[in-house]
């Protein structure tokens, strides 16, 4: 075979080869596996502002003089030693979870007409302590029982542990395969997705839920857009680093008729005006990081942080007198967490 030949036909064939080996080496699977045995530390914060930033409020033709004001924090804490029992395909089948954080609470303060008010809430940690175990039979069944060992713990009833399950729910916000460097994901529709089937997943009142989450979704598409991706930014060694972003807006959503169809149609005709109207617009952008381990394939830290507005306009009437209203709020979101093999 002569030199040319050679060039021609293998050399070629030798860098298809080359390239599909870096395409497949160069794939990542982002998806998080578990094996029996294994112990993992998880924690998840969210923490959060909700301020009144502007309103004006006009009677007849006078405008009151002192915007009201309210100003609110939040935040809350979850955190549990998990301790994989049996794993199938690497997807647990029985866990165990120690809780090990479980607070919520929050603070403000509101004011209108010279009249001011403090408020604040500790959330009772009635989790923290308890030790969960998490069973799947043969047929995909989940059940759940307190099996806590430890004194002055109370029992946990079935509302107190509705909820647990043997998902690791960080997946939502990870790619469904394999996944290149600059390669991005859609992850919105499967955020709504989990939402649907958390609320499905126990029937009677759960299914009643995911009934009106249903329709408040229905309601809100046409006035609503949301953009929520994922990309793999880069990988450094066993570390694939991940950037998210996200938008949701919401233009002039007509809320007397969102309400009436949410079935508060009777409260609202009680009401002692007339000609009244109300609409509320919307937006939220939010963008992160974080690393996903590839050789414990798990997702060990993750942050998003962002803002958010809803504006609210309004008017009405009643003995005569018109009544109008504008008002914006705004606030902050931030949450963070990861899943770290002990």
């Known amino acids: 075979m002569?030199?040319?030949?050679?060039?021609?036909?293998?050399?070629?064939?030798?860098?298809?080869?080359?390239?599909?080996?870096?395409s497949v080496r160069d794939s990542y699977d982002l998806k998080p596996q578990v094996e029996a045995g294994q112990k993992l530390a998880f924690n998840f914060e969210m923490s959060g502002t909700f301020e009144l930033a502007d309103a004006e409020i006009t009677i007849g033709p006078d405008t009151l003089p002192e915007a009201p004001i309210v100003d609110v924090e939040f935040?809350?804490?979850?955190?549990?030693?998990?301790e994989i029992l049996t794993a199938k395909d690497g997807e647990a089948q029985s866990a165990r979870l120690k809780i090990t954080d479980d607070a919520n609470s929050f603070s403000g303060e509101a004011s209108m007409m010279g009249t001011s008010q403090t408020f604040g809430e500790t959330g009772e940690a009635k989790m923290l302590g308890h030790t969960i175990l998490i069973e799947k039979d043969e047929e995909g069944e989940i059940t759940v029982s307190d099996v806590s060992d430890e004194e002055g713990l109370e029992?946990?009833?079935?509302?107190?542990?509705?909820g647990f399950d043997l998902e690791n729910h960080f997946s939502v916000i990870l790619p469904e395969g394999p996944v290149a460097v600059?390669?991005?994901?859609?992850?919105?529709?499967?955020?709504?997705?989990?939402?649907?089937?958390?609320?499905?997943?126990?029937?009677?009142t759960s299914e009643s839920d995911a009934e009106e989450f249903e329709k408040v979704m229905s309601l809100l598409s046409s006035s609503s857009e949301v953009e929520f991706t994922g990309t793999l930014q880069s990988v450094e060694g066993t570390s694939a680093n991940i950037v998210w972003s996200a938008t949701f807006t919401l233009d002039q959503l007509d809320l007397l008729n969102f309400a009436r169809e949410m079935g508060a149609g009777a409260e609202l005709d009680e009401m002692p005006v007339q000609d009244l109207e109300m609409l509320g617009s919307s937006s939220v952008e939010l963008s992160g990081k974080g690393v996903f381990d590839l050789e414990a394939h798990q997702l060990t830290s993750f942050s998003l942080e962002g803002e958010y507005t809803f504006d609210l306009e309004g008017s009405a009437s009643a003995e005569g007198m018109e009544f109008q209203m504008s008002s914006e709020f705004e606030g902050t979101l931030e949450m963070s967490g990861g899943t770290t093999p002990e």
């Open 155 to 162: 029992p946990l009833s079935d509302e107190d542990m509705d």
């Open 75 to 82: 935040s809350m804490s979850h955190g549990a030693d998990v």
């Open 182 to 204: 600059g390669e991005s994901w859609d992850i919105g529709e499967r955020a709504l997705k989990l939402i649907r089937d958390g609320m499905k997943k126990d029937g009677g």
């Open 2 to 22: 002569s030199k040319r030949l050679l060039s021609l036909t293998l050399i070629p064939a030798l860098s298809l080869l080359l390239l599909a080996n870096r």
